[in-house]
């Protein structure tokens, strides 16, 4: 109990509790968006939905990919609570389009812009809660507590969105999203500007060129050894985590001859273990260095995949719940790395650099499994624990000791 609740001594910081409490509805609103996105697709398509879906996932990707560079840099550059709430307003436009959808292409338009809003929102998002929750211990707290929400609003949010869609129906539940943006803006903009004057005074990132500032956030991230090495750890944890998002429905309602309702308890297991890997990282990081938290995480999920295809549904539950904290185990250490090794004026294009990074290894493993389902199915979770495991000996020989 120590151990989920320690992170929630962050909230105590009244302009954090409030920047938190807006991305938390946010998040919500999040849940709604893909819920009500998945049934629209279904109305509009039936049996196509799956392929709308596949589609909107690559955009979505693709537009975190090309545009969070250029977000990381506009957050250094142009005053973060401009950014975060024209973010908020403008997706509380775009999702009170979606009632209107006629046509799949709709579908995709709107996600494109959708997620250019989301690009820019998280990297000004992420690089200011360090400087609103100074001080090392504090700030790993906050940043904790945000992905721990992050991770749990993952599980509960779309059941929650689920229900009400049943009983209110699709086009509500875009509104309902939309709300919530309006809320979250509403709480940003009406933080007192004293929170504000505590970030840094950019002196030096307006001066160099949009291409420079992108370019400068990469090298930022791969010319620390340690931000470097956790950032391939998080790839590794990509290709693992890539096969279970992909290739776990056609293990339960294929291969084991399980329900929709066995599909969701099993990735509900994955999530409720990324969700107290979350809530734990920060105690971890008390015992040991984060790259090495990185590697451990990396490694599990890597392991839990291997015997995927042997076990039983609540053997699959058990492994999913242990992949779920290696995803969080890998994933959080470079936002702490971040924020303690980067200059502040400097931190909002690195956090857009490995926003875009991260996401480019999704973009290489969501292919990676989908071709492996196809190919072997099988052996599809044996032979994608192998590439992941391989990919980690690699890593952990070449790059350990720069750590």
Same mark, same amino acid.
């Given at each position: ?52 879906? $596949? ?91 945000? +992905?721990? !929400? ?57 001066? !160099? ?45 294929? !291969? ?77 250490? +470079? ?20 926003? $875009? ?47």
């Amino acid at each position: 109990m120590q151990t989920v609740s320690t992170p929630f001594s962050s909230l105590r910081n009244k302009p954090f509790a409030r920047l938190y409490t807006a991305e938390t509805i946010s998040l919500l609103g999040d849940a709604f968006t893909w819920v009500g996105i998945a049934l629209l697709a279904y109305d509009l398509a039936k049996q196509q939905a799956a392929s709308i879906l $596949a589609i909107a996932l690559t955009l979505r990707v693709s537009a975190f990919i090309v545009f969070a560079p250029l977000a990381g840099v506009w957050a250094d550059r142009y005053p973060r609570r401009t950014i975060l709430i024209v973010t908020h307003l403008g997706r509380m436009v775009v999702v009170s389009l979606f009632p209107f959808v006629t046509e799949t292409w709709h579908v995709y338009g709107l996600i494109i812009g959708l997620n250019i809003f989301n690009a820019f929102f998280t990297p000004a998002y992420k690089a200011t809660i360090p400087q609103f929750v100074t001080g090392g211990t504090d700030s790993k707290q906050a940043i904790a507590l945000s +992905n721990a !929400t992050y991770q749990l609003l993952g599980v509960l949010g779309p059941g929650l969105a689920g229900a009400l869609a049943g009983l209110l129906g699709v086009q509500q539940i875009f509104w309902l999203d939309a709300i919530s943006f309006l809320l979250a803006g509403i709480l940003i903009a009406t933080l007192p500007r004293s929170a504000w004057t505590r970030l840094p005074l950019l002196t030096g990132s307006a001066q !160099t060129t949009t291409w420079q500032g992108i370019r400068n956030g990469t090298q930022w991230l791969f010319r620390q050894p340690a931000i470097r090495f956790s950032l391939l750890m998080e790839f590794i944890a990509a290709l693992a985590g890539a096969q279970i998002l992909v290739n776990t429905v056609g293990l339960v309602k294929g !291969t084991m001859g399980q329900d929709d309702q066995h599909y969701g308890w099993v990735m509900s297991g994955f999530g409720v273990g990324a969700t107290l890997a979350a809530f734990g990282v920060s105690r971890l990081t008390q015992r040991f260095r984060l790259p090495m938290i990185a590697l451990f995480g990396a490694l599990i999920a890597s392991l839990a995949i291997l015997p995927a295809q042997e076990v039983s549904l609540t053997g699959l539950l058990i492994l999913w719940a242990v992949a779920g904290m290696g995803q969080s185990l890998a994933e959080m250490p +470079n936002q702490f790395l971040i924020a303690e090794r980067i200059p502040p004026a400097e931190q909002g294009r690195v956090y857009g650099a490995h926003f $875009a990074w991260s996401h480019t290894w999704w973009a290489i493993g969501y292919p990676l499994a989908g071709w492996l389902g196809s190919r072997f199915t099988p052996q599809t979770f044996w032979i994608g624990g192998l590439i992941a495991m391989t990919c980690w000996l690699v890593a952990t020989v070449a790059l350990r000791r720069t750590t």
